[in-house]
């Protein structure tokens, strides 16, 4: 692995030379790595050269319009979209084909969704302990006492015997936070986390990411939070059209962008 | 009216009509568990990410739905037991009825992996996906996730087919299962010819008072137990 390390894009040395951000530590080695990587729906080049290395207790927030690929970037990530061609490598490991391998390695990273997920049979303490009791083997009553003390880092250990169902949107995303923290994850994925919600709920949700992101938790988030973004980023990638265009420290690309797609995506959601 | 409900009574009194009613329940109790099986399985490979399981749980469900009843529990007396001396009971009528619940649960089988498949439609996408994220393989996945909420929105299918299976196992006469409701009902025309009317009654009562409460149960199952979303 030494040869990638050795090879930085130019994205993560303007990353490095930026300004320090909010996420104090040191950024450690690569965990994860996407090369070349493409990905076609039918005609539709979605993901196009990617290439992208995410740092050990890095924050990257990827930004763009709709139907740029970030989605599709991110559950490429753990393998709820395959790839056509490329590399995609968490830890140091290729991303396994199928079976055991692969769900050892989505056990490793989190991954929260824009409409929650939480399975709906169950309460909200057994969605928490899930995956510990049935993927990690761990004593049930291990798993739920570290799930209640998860709910109660995110706000909702009073709720952890209600359904789904019974819980607010904010709520919810803080559980569905928790169920993935639950796992030990080495990275987190957010695809979207706030944009299910109402606008007095956003904050709440953000707040949990942002501390997460203070302990040095590594995160790759899709949203277009730019608040969010520039509390706890440490780089902020643009993507248009399946290809990543700019990527800059989130002062630098919010204040200067510098290629006209984001100029133009920026004046968009800056009116509103 | 009254004359039909004294003729009733009267053959009810020279025939075990209850009893008959009884092989018919049998039948669809064993069948039905049989079935519920089997038909897990083939949901289970229909949404399975093996293609050649997917294809084997469609070929199933075609080639079962769309065989006639009647021919499936022919083949099962001529064809398994007749040529292939498979034999499942020592006596003859404890072969035949086995026989018969196999006919049975085989052919609803296909309708039971389509019922759960209707409810695994129900279940959004994302649960599976949430389910994987974490690291749940695809069997685990569908234990814990997908199939308790599927078969809670299977529950009115599940129902219909379930009542389907109880009229069908009349079709249990063409597997040589001689003592239930349909070839009961032969018997008593044969030797009570001026009771027609009765003896229709007689039966046809019968299914109902079975039938309804199983639709009524279903009913109100499906609502109490949907999964609130
Ligand atoms: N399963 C699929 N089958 C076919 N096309 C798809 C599928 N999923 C996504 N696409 C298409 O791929 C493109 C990229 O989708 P993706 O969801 O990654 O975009 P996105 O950047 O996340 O957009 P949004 O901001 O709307 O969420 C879109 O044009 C979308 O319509
Ligand atoms: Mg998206």
């Known amino acids: 692995m030494a040869d990638e390390t050795s090879s930085p894009s130019d994205a993560q040395s303007s990353a490095q030379d930026a300004p320090p951000s909010t996420a104090a530590q040191p950024l450690g080695e690569p965990l994860v790595e996407l090369r070349d990587v493409n990905k076609h729906f039918g005609d539709l080049h979605v993901l196009r050269d990617i290439n992208l290395t995410v740092r050990r207790g890095e924050v990257l927030v990827v930004i763009g319009p709709s139907g740029s690929g970030k989605s599709t970037l991110c559950r490429a990530i753990n393998r709820l979209e395959t790839i056509d061609s490329g590399e995609i490598l968490v830890d140091g490991e290729p991303l396994p084909q199928e ?110 990411m942002a501390a997460l992101a203070k302990e040095g938790m590594t995160m790759i988030v899709v949203t277009h939070e730019m608040g969010f973004a520039r509390r706890a980023a440490n780089r902020v990638v643009f993507m248009a059209d399946g290809q990543i265009v700019e990527e800059a420290h989130p002062e630098e690309f919010f204040t200067a962008p510098k290629s006209e797609r984001a100029k133009d995506f920026l004046s968009k959601i800056l009116t509103h | 009216m009254g004359d039909y409900l004294s003729q009733t009574w009267e053959l009810a009194r020279e025939y075990d009509v209850l009893g008959a009613f009884w092989v018919n329940i049998q039948l669809t109790f064993w069948a039905a568990i049989l079935s519920l099986v089997l038909g897990t399985a083939l949901a289970l490979m229909r949404i399975s990410p093996v293609p050649s399981l997917r294809w084997a749980g469609t070929a199933y469900v075609n080639v079962f739905r769309n065989t006639p009843l009647t ?111 349909s070839s009961l009902m032969k018997t008593m025309i044969e030797f009570n010819s001026n009771y027609i009317y009765g003896i229709f009654l007689t039966f046809a009562i019968g299914y109902v008072i079975l039938v309804i409460p199983i639709g009524l149960l279903t009913t109100s199952l499906s609502t109490r137990l949907a999964v609130r979303r």
């Open chain 1, 99 to 208: 079976g055991k391998a692969l769900a050892r390695l989505r056990s490793d990273v989190g991954m929260v969704f824009q409409s929650f997920n939480l399975f709906a049979h169950k309460t909200i303490l057994d969605n928490v302990t899930l995956g510990p009791v049935k993927v990690r083997r761990e004593k049930t009553k291990d798993a739920k006492e570290r799930a209640l003390a998860l709910l109660d880092r995110v706000g909702v250990g009073n709720q952890a015997h209600k359904m789904p169902a019974q819980l607010s949107g904010g709520q919810q995303q803080r559980v569905a936070i928790a169920r993935a923290l639950a796992m030990h994850p080495k990275v987190m994925l957010f695809d979207e986390p706030t944009s299910a919600l109402d606008p007095e709920m956003i904050n709440e949700v953000l707040d949990v």
């Open chain 2, 71 to 181: 021919i499936i529990m022919t083949f099962m007396v001529l064809g398994l037991w007749g040529q292939l001396q498979v034999t499942l009971a020592p006596d003859f009528a404890g072969n035949f009825f086995r026989l018969a619940v196999i006919g049975l649960a085989v052919y609803h089988a296909a309708f039971v992996c389509e019922s759960i498949r209707s409810g695994v439609n129900t279940v959004p996408i994302g649960q599976a996906e949430a389910a994987r994220a974490i690291g749940l393989p695809f069997l685990p996945a569908a234990r814990l996730i997908i199939l308790p909420q599927a078969f809670r929105g299977a529950i009115a299918p599940l129902g219909n087919t379930l009542i389907a299976l109880l009229k069908n196992s009349t079709v249990a006469a063409a597997a040589s299962v001689t003592t239930e409701t």
